[in-house]
């Protein structure tokens, strides 16, 4: 299994994001001739401008690959798209892993790490919302010795 953990910014998700994907077979600039699937649902294990880790119950034949998965998903709440090559696979119990390699260019690349901030930001001020609301309940109740 390949994967490149010398990334620079790589958000691994505590709970994996949904999302969908389609199949695309033919050329990617000829869009007229590019055949694409039906919607498949995936979950996003972690993400970086390069490419992502997901999950999905779809076992793709990855051994004569000639087509590209095309990922629709949100990052901070903002709908983007990520197109790549399947570069592993790894069966689980109930579904199979897969490492995804972008063939975006360098702007959909920028938005992805923009966006990818953003969500590093929103995840740890809801971590901190989450800590003091667990810290301030705990507070809030009065203990048995109070009560008295």
């Known amino acids: 299994m390949r994967y490149k953990r010398q990334e620079l ?3 691994t ?3 994996p994001i949904t999302g969908t994907f389609n199949i695309l077979i033919g050329n990617k600039n000829e869009e007229k ?3 694409k ?3 498949g649902e995936l979950s996003i294990v972690d993400i970086s401008p390069a490419g992502m880790r997901f999950n999905t119950k779809l076992d793709l034949p990855i051994a004569n690959q000639n087509f590209l998965v095309e990922a629709q998903f949100s990052l901070a709440n903002e ?3 990520m ?3 399947i570069v592993w696979k790894k069966a ?3 579904e199979c892993q897969y490492g995804l390699q972008s063939i975006e260019d360098e702007e959909k690349e920028q938005r992805i790490i923009s966006l990818l901030k953003k969500q590093r930001i929103t995840h740890h001020k809801e971590e901190i919302e989450n800590e003091d ?3 301030g309940s705990s507070q809030m109740q009065p203990n048995e010795d109070e009560q008295q």
């Open 9 to 11: 910014l790589r958000f």
């Open 13 to 15: 998700f505590g709970k």
């Open 33 to 35: 001739k590019l055949q």
């Open 37 to 39: 699937s039906e919607a």
């Open 79 to 81: 709908p983007i798209t």
């Open 83 to 85: 197109t790549g090559k």
């Open 92 to 94: 689980q119990v109930k």
């Open 133 to 135: 609301q667990n810290n």
